[in-house]
């Protein structure tokens, strides 16, 4: 089993930054693939970014904007600039065998942009 602890939310103001970071706990070895996904109210979840050791993805909304890192073995942060207020969503971190099958997330994280 493989435990995620998101932190780092909060409220901004539009153009300013904030830094989630992921840390799994338990099994992390098992982890192949980590990802950060969003969803606003009345709205589906969408994959952000995610990262591998095959390569990566940053979903085109966010590119130039957002920077996926990971640290050591069991860390993962998103590194958010240049935040807009349509960036106000639950930030979950997401965690899997491969980046096809995120089998295990957290609790979520609030973003919030103000213009």
């Known amino acids: 089993e493989v435990q995620l602890v998101e932190s780092g939310g909060g409220s901004v103001q539009a153009g300013g930054s904030l830094r989630l970071s992921c840390v799994a706990g338990?099994?992390?070895?098992?982890?192949?693939?980590v990802g950060w996904f969003r969803q606003a109210p009345g709205k589906e979840r969408e994959g952000v970014a995610h990262?591998?050791?095959?390569?990566g993805y940053i979903n085109a909304s966010v590119k130039g904007r957002f920077t996926i890192s990971r640290h050591n073995a069991n860390t993962v942060t998103l590194e958010m600039n240049s935040l807009k207020p349509e960036d106000t969503a639950m930030y979950f971190c997401?965690?899997?065998?491969?980046?096809?099958?995120?089998?295990?997330w957290g609790q979520g994280t609030q973003v919030t942009v103000s213009s």
């Open positions: 997401a965690a899997g065998s491969s980046c096809e099958n995120f089998g295990y």
């Open positions: 338990g099994r992390w070895y098992l982890i192949q693939c």
């Open positions: 990262i591998s050791a095959g390569g």
